[in-house]
């Protein structure tokens, strides 16, 4: 009986940290000129993130930001208009405090054709001088492609013309013929909010280990976006997108 009590209380123990550490955050951080709702992910182990994609309008030295942080929260750091590059402030609450990186990237349209390849000498990884793409909670640990590794996860491309199509390789990562049973989204449109789905990858449509698509566009269209919309299981590469004009 005692074992069985003082299993309980380090049980106990451990939620009280978990909920104790997940009390310390943002519960809301809004970007003006944003191009969809951002996203505040509570991490356990590492710094928490706030991730914003905002549109080629917007001045990312003078960002114009409003947040709310949870009950009782202090923020032990001010948090600056230049959003040149990730900032970084510390949450407390009572006598601990979380970590946290905030992330504003912009989304710039690059000239067509438009041509993206991922490797090791050219990773996937975002920076304020990035032109034609933009990550949206993709995994960084697989910088020689764009790897999606969680529901909700994107990735968006922008240009400056008008296009005929878009090509792209999507690849299940598991054993060769290893088939797709998740969701995954590939959308468009001419104005980075409003958008229209192009193709629907599910089990109805699946894909397997290695996959190249085309799809066409409407002459309006200056925004593509690939979303994994329903992860189950497995993990989703993304590389060498082709955009072209017509």
């Known amino acids: 009986m005692k074992h069985s009590k003082k299993i309980c209380l380090l049980a106990l123990l451990a939620m009280a940290c978990s909920v104790n550490t997940f009390a310390q955050g943002f519960a809301s951080f809004d ?27 917007v001045d990312l030295k003078n960002v114009k930001f ?12 001010k ?3 230049n959003f040149t590059s990730p900032q970084k402030v510390e949450i407390s609450k009572n006598a601990t405090s979380k970590d ?6 912009k989304l710039q349209p690059a000239t067509l054709p438009l041509d993206i390849s991922f490797s090791n000498d050219d990773p996937s990884i975002y920076n304020s001088s990035t032109k ?14 764009v790897r999606f590794g969680n529901s909700d996860v994107s990735f968006l491309v922008a240009f400056d013309g008008e296009a005929k199509d878009v090509s792209y390789d999507l690849k299940v990562v598991g054993a060769k013929g290893t088939e797709f049973d998740g969701k995954f989204e590939v959308s468009a449109s001419p104005d ?9 990858y599910d089990s109805k449509t699946p894909f397997s280990t290695d996959n190249s698509f085309t799809n066409e566009l409407e002459s309006d269209v200056r925004f593509v976006k690939w979303t994994y919309v329903t992860r189950e299981k497995q993990n989703v590469n993304l590389n060498n997108i082709i955009v072209s004009p017509k």
């Open 132 to 145: 034609g793409w933009v990550t949206f909670n993709t995994d960084e640990g697989k910088p020689q492609v």
């Open 31 to 57: 970007v003006e000129g944003s191009l969809f709702k951002s996203s505040i992910k509570n991490i356990k182990t590492g710094p928490s993130k706030v991730e914003v994609i905002v549109g080629n309008d």
């Open 192 to 200: 980075g909010k409003n958008w229209n789905t192009i193709v629907t």
């Open 66 to 77: 409003k947040y709310k942080l949870l009950s009782a929260c202090r923020l032990e750091d």
């Open 79 to 81: 948090i600056d208009k």
């Open 100 to 105: 946290w990186t905030i992330l504003v990237k």
